[in-house]
């Protein structure tokens, strides 16, 4: 290969909720870029991560999980997923191997046969939570659902995101579907979000520990204000940042605020931590609960909320 073919293109990850591709794109950056959770549906900004090789730059497109519209929210996501896949070069499609394939696989990948330009892949993710047997079955399984549904993957790759296993392989392999191209992105810009994006998600993803039930989609994050203390010596920063966590009823805040502010002060310390791992800078995190009611079906506080 000379060394003038250079690669660069977008890779957009979908599958249903919980399927695993915030963590892939964490694992393919090499480092946290956007958040993940163990509840569904918790991805709502499109933060790409972005891979630079010497050979190829891989802008990693993380879309929302893939959804029946169920509200407002639900159908406005689905649009950004929608366009999402329209202009990408490559989508791949998240499979969780400890898994069956099931009528939500079977929905997103049917969506995917009518976006006919677009490379397609499948993808066998958390193969660490599954048996060889189980993950042989698994891409038979892959594979038959392509051919019945008309989508003809370009590769089918096992890979554990929490074990790094098959990361490179799998990055081998999207680079090599990708058109050839200039970089697109400066060296060393891992996601083109903004701060405030990134903190508000942070925050997202310290409240959603330990929720259950309906709560999860409830909760929105918006970062009010973020700006360096005055009057600090120059070697010891320091970084203030209000935001407000936005609920949709009085009791969800009750549950959010806990015993004595007890919970509202763990995700404030945990999102903290967080928040400095990321920026580098020490950080005083100011945060207040407010209701924001049936926010979900609001189109005005939609777009307060930046959706
Ligand atoms: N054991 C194991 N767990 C994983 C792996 N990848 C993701 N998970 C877990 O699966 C859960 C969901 O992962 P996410 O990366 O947030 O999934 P997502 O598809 O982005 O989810 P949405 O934002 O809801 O669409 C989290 O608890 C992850 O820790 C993996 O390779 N192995």
Redesign the pocket.
């Known amino acids: 290969m000379s060394t003038d073919e250079h690669k660069s293109g977008f890779v957009s990850f979908v ?10 794109t964490n694992a393919l950056v090499g480092q946290k870029v ?10 709502r900004t499109v933060v790409r991560g972005i891979v630079h090789r010497p050979d190829a730059q891989l802008i990693l497109v ?1 879309t ?2 893939l959804h029946r519209p169920r509200t407002l929210l639900g159908e406005r996501l689905n649009d950004l997923v929608a366009t999402t896949l329209g202009e990408v070069d490559v989508v791949a499609v ?1 499979f969780p191997a400890n898994e069956k394939i099931g009528p939500g696989d079977r929905f997103i990948a049917t969506e995917m046969a009518k976006v006919k330009r677009t490379t397609k892949v499948a993808i066998a ?5 599954a048996t060889p047997e189980q993950i042989g079955k698994h891409l038979l399984n892959i594979q038959a659902l392509g051919a019945e549904i008309g989508v003809d993957w370009a590769e089918i790759v096992p ?5 790094g296993d098959q990361i490179a392989l799998l990055q081998d392999l999207l680079v090599a579907l990708l058109p050839e191209g200039p970089q697109l992105y400066p060296d060393g810009d891992l996601t083109d979000a903004p701060e405030e994006i990134l903190v508000a998600e942070l925050v997202r993803e310290a409240a959603l520990e330990g929720l259950r039930d309906e709560l999860p989609h409830s909760v929105a994050v918006v970062v009010e204000e973020m700006r360096l203390r005055e009057d600090r010596p120059e070697d010891k920063p320091l970084l203030d940042i209000h935001a407000n966590l936005y609920v949709e009823r009085d009791s969800q805040k009750g549950i959010i605020i806990g015993p004595k502010g007890a919970r509202l002060r763990d995700i404030g310390t945990r999102a903290r931590q967080q928040i400095v791992a990321l920026l580098g800078t020490p950080v005083y995190l100011d945060l207040h609960v407010k209701i924001a009611k049936d926010w979900q079906r609001d189109p005005r506080q939609l777009r307060k909320l930046g959706f």
Do not use: W
């Not at 599958?15 to 591709?21: E, H």
């Not at 890979?159 to 074990?163: D, F, G, H, L, R």
């Open positions: 599958g249903r909720p919980n399927a695993g591709k915030s963590t892939l956007v958040i993940t959770s163990d509840k569904p549906q918790t991805t993380d929302p999980g998240c993710t958390k193969t660490d939570l890979v554990s995101a929490k074990e």
